[in-house]
T-cell receptor
Framework: AQKVTQAQTEISVVEKEDVTLDCVYETRDTTYYLFWYKQPPSGELVFLIRRNSFDEQNEISGRYSWNFQKSTSSFNFTITASQVVDSAVYFCALNQGTYKYIFGTGTRLKVLA | ETGVTQTPRHLVMGMTNKKSLKCEQHLGHNAMYWYKQSAKKPLELMFVYSLEERVENNSVPSRFSPECPNSSHLFLHLHTLQPEDSALYLC?????????????FGQGTRLTVV
């Protein structure tokens, strides 16, 4: 069975703090893809990153970084020096090369000024 | 225009009305999706069209009727809805093939059924 778990329902931090959003996935396939999306209050899910199962390199993009660890089936997302504009719901998703995307339940991040 | 465009952005309809949601993608993708997002619930996949054929229909009530006339357009026809159908309806598209790509989403239609 395929599953994505985002155990953190809501996180509140003060601006400039670092915050890590957890994502744990389950799949039996050896080839799969993991994604992170941001959903601001406007509603649109904004694509942030895609990682395939053969590439365990961590990625950094500005204040965003992602830690992919196959050994623990985790794909965690860290925001460094958080800003109020980072307030949103963040979704982790799994895809096995088909049209099926398995989404987690999302983590609501509130960054307080 | 770029990306995925949904219209209308907001819709209020009575339970006896008939309305349609429209989605258009300008990305050349071969798959399109309708998702429902209710308050405090996970994203629910409703329908998937791949190469204009419906490939997924997740036990969605018949009061929701999708239509995919071509690879760029997707509609969701609504009739005799219930108040519990009030939600954010998101359209998405992706390219399905040898490599999975990310799905791109529209801004959604906020539907309120009164």
């Amino acid at each position: 069975a395929q599953k994505v778990t985002q155990a953190q329902t809501e996180i509140s931090v003060v601006e400039k703090e670092d915050v890590t959003l957890d994502c744990v996935y389950e799949t039996r396939d050896t080839t799969y893809y993991l994604f992170w999306y941001k959903q601001p209050p406007s509603g649109e899910l904004v694509f942030l990153i895609r990682r395939n199962s053969f590439d365990e390199q961590n990625e950094i993009s500005g204040r965003y970084s992602w830690n992919f660890q196959k050994s623990t089936s985790s794909f965690n997302f860290t925001i460094t020096a958080s800003q109020v504009v980072d307030s949103a719901v963040y979704f982790c998703a799994l895809n096995q090369g088909t049209y099926k995307y398995i989404f987690g339940t999302g983590t609501r991040l509130k960054v307080l000024a | 225009e770029t990306g995925v465009t949904q219209t209308p952005r907001h819709l209020v309809m009575g339970m006896t009305n008939k309305k349609s949601l429209k989605c258009e993608q300008h990305l050349g993708h071969n798959a399109m999706y309708w998702y429902k997002q209710s308050a405090k619930k996970p994203l629910e996949l409703m329908f998937v069209y791949s190469l204009e054929e419906r490939v997924e229909n997740n036990s969605v009530p018949s009061r929701f009727s999708p239509e995919c006339p071509n690879s760029s357009h997707l509609f969701l026809h609504l009739h005799t809805l219930q108040p519990e159908d009030s939600a954010l309806y998101l359209c998405a598209s992706s390219q399905v093939g040898w490599v999975s790509t990310e799905a791109f989403f529209g801004q959604g239609t906020r539907l309120t059924v009164v």
